[in-house]
């Protein structure tokens, strides 16, 4: 963590595009088996949060509110990747049948600047909650990426690389 001097510069600063994210679905057909759904590019959500509660003491809010905090919550995972029409399609089936029961773990590294995955693991657990295909447009020629989402039960945890 940094000092006191608001103004030191990160010995390491990171971009949005130094992460390496993986996605696997643990036990999907029961047993110790694990089905690797390989990288993914884009992540949102997973943040952890909580609860906003107030309490406002007696008739009169002559100090205003007291804050007493609130539940720990973590939001969903959204994983994105492009289309990959050779091994996505002999999967999506597999990924379909697997809404809203199949575990999955997400394990999200940054990089360093050469490319290089470095430095902690955030590591995600939860049931895969929705699947979705690329959308369409004959008109367009930006890549067609696919979604998972992921119900996030419990915090991330950090462990060593």
Not at 33 to 47: P, V, W
Not at 97 to 109: A, F, L
Not at 123 to 148: C, H, N, W
């Amino acid at each position: 963590m940094r000092g006191a001097n608001q103004n030191q510069v990160p010995d390491a600063p990171t971009r949005q595009d130094q992460w390496f994210v993986q996605a696997s679905l643990l036990n999907p057909t029961g047993g110790n088996i694990m089905k690797h759904l390989g990288a993914f590019d884009k992540k949102s959500g997973g943040e952890v949060d909580s609860d906003d509660n107030k309490y406002y003491p007696g008739a009169v809010y002559v100090d205003g509110p007291i804050s007493i905090g609130g539940r720990k919550t973590t939001g969903n995972l959204t994983l994105q990747r492009i289309w990959d029409r050779d091994n996505d399609e002999d999967c999506i089936q597999h990924l379909y049948d697997n809404v809203g029961k199949g575990r999955v773990r997400v394990s999200i590294r940054s990089k360093d600047e050469d490319g290089i995955a470095n430095g902690k693991i955030f590591q995600y657990l939860g049931t895969l909650k929705r699947v979705s295909i690329p959308d369409f447009d004959s008109e367009s020629g930006t890549a067609a990426l696919m979604e998972l989402e992921i119900i996030i039960a419990k915090y991330p945890t950090i462990v060593n690389g």
